[in-house]
């Protein structure tokens, strides 16, 4: 049943916990894409990558020298060398192709196939070639300064799992094994319709009666940063407009910020419930209490407060989860999370979750002073937040505290 808050408050705030464990069983249909390479940091791989391939396929120089047979060395010494003939030359992508016997040397590099015959490389430094005799001033153990094949990379062997946020260096891993392209996650298309009659474009002066949008380009930033693409639309405060965009959405999640409190002119919730199903509206949560969440067909839709920290609150905690979810990413915060001592006493209400803004230095947590839904700055003095969960009644001064921090990320 539906009950409309305009005007009235709300009856009831359900638990953030609620709310998540809602978000994390949201069913995620999974899309896929080939990309190459060159296109590919930064995107979910979407199946494990099993090399085909020794790496390297050959052995191999790791040092610049000769390669010769180890035994040919032994007993050799800068007072008393001992003589080998070079017989060829040994190149990156242009090998030997003879066989090194008794008494032989082949000048060789890094990196170049080791001839067949040989079984070690000696130094450069511990020989001298003079013409086509090398003067041998130190022994070379057999196997030494050569890289077997499969030492990098076995065949078989699983080089990236599933699920994993390619890094550059994964990219140079496949490219070694021979793979040109990745299948990858499909990045998840997020529509934000935008809210407010009194909010004009990012880039706008704002005037005695306009404040420029902040949530639009706040939230494209959070979109992109967890693997999703962002449509940013403005939508006037009027209930059939909204409607004709929530009924024309053609995105995989719809957030709408503003429009879900208990003002007049607050329809988002109405319309949501009309149009699919609101599955919560009013959360136990301080700044983001009129967050809503519910479903249009069997996409989700976010309803995120208008005040810009509530809006990140509720994007951080929610929203954000359902994002990662669908382009195949770990729902958890990327958050990395750091522990400090509060320098000042936190205070909350039983059966609410605080979003508190701290700064931490040397590990001493300091609570934002200045800390309205709508004081936006207070999150650019903050390094992270803390979480007073709602079966506290705050954090003393002293109190040991888990802080999330906005510049900090996992992998």
């Known amino acids: 049943m539906f009950h409309d808050v305009r005007m009235r408050g709300f009856k009831r705030r359900a638990d953030v916990d609620e709310v998540v464990a809602w978000v994390d069983a949201l069913p995620v249909v999974e899309a896929t894409a080939s990309v190459p390479l060159a296109d590919a940091r930064g995107r979910v791989l979407a199946t494990a990558l099993v090399s085909g391939v020794d790496v390297p396929a050959f052995a191999r120089a790791a040092m610049d020298g000769w390669a010769l047979q180890g ?102 891993v496949a490219s070694s094994i021979g793979q040109g392209a990745l299948v990858v996650h499909e990045r998840p298309r997020v529509l934000v319709l935008v809210t407010g009659d009194e909010l004009v474009p990012p880039g706008t002066m704002p005037d005695a009666s306009c404040i420029a949008d902040a949530n639009g380009p706040t939230l494209r930033a959070l979109i992109e940063r967890d693997g999703g693409r962002a449509e940013i639309r403005y939508v006037p405060d009027e209930a059939d407009a909204l409607r004709a965009a929530l009924e024309g959405a053609e995105a995989d999640t719809v957030f709408v910020t503003g429009g879900s409190s208990v003002g007049e002119e607050d329809h988002a919730p109405r319309l949501l419930h009309e149009l699919g199903t609101l599955a919560f509206h009013g959360v136990g949560l301080r700044p983001a209490a009129p967050a809503g969440m519910g479903l249009l067909g069997t996409r989700a839709a976010f309803l995120l407060p208008g005040n810009p920290v509530s809006c990140l609150c509720a994007y951080d905690l929610f929203a954000g989860r359902h994002v990662r979810r669908l382009g195949g990413r770990v729902a958890a915060s990327p958050y990395v999370r750091a522990h400090g001592t509060l320098t000042r006493k936190i205070a909350s209400v039983l059966g609410r979750v605080d979003y508190v803004r701290v700064r931490l230095t040397a590990g001493r947590v300091d609570p934002v002073m200045t800390s309205g839904a709508s004081i936006l700055s207070s999150t650019t003095e903050a390094d992270g937040y803390v979480l007073v969960p709602r079966d506290h009644e705050g954090w003393r001064e002293g109190s040991e505290v888990e802080v999330f921090l906005y510049d900090a990320l996992r992998s």
Request: no cysteine; charged share 20%; hydrophobic share 35%.
């Open 71 to 172: 035994e040919d060395t032994f007993g050799a010494g800068e007072t008393d060398p001992l003589t080998l003939t070079v017989v060829g030359t040994s190149l990156p992508g242009a090998p030997h192709d003879g066989v090194v016997g008794r008494g032989q040397a082949i000048r060789i590099m890094t990196g170049a196939p080791v001839p067949a015959g040989a079984d070690t490389v000696l130094r450069a430094e511990d020989g001298r070639q003079e013409g086509d005799q090398l003067s041998v001033r130190a022994p070379s153990a057999i196997g030494r300064h050569v890289g077997q094949p499969g030492e990098d990379i076995h065949a078989g062997t699983t080089v990236l799992p599933a699920g994993r946020v390619l890094r550059p260096q994964d990219l140079g």
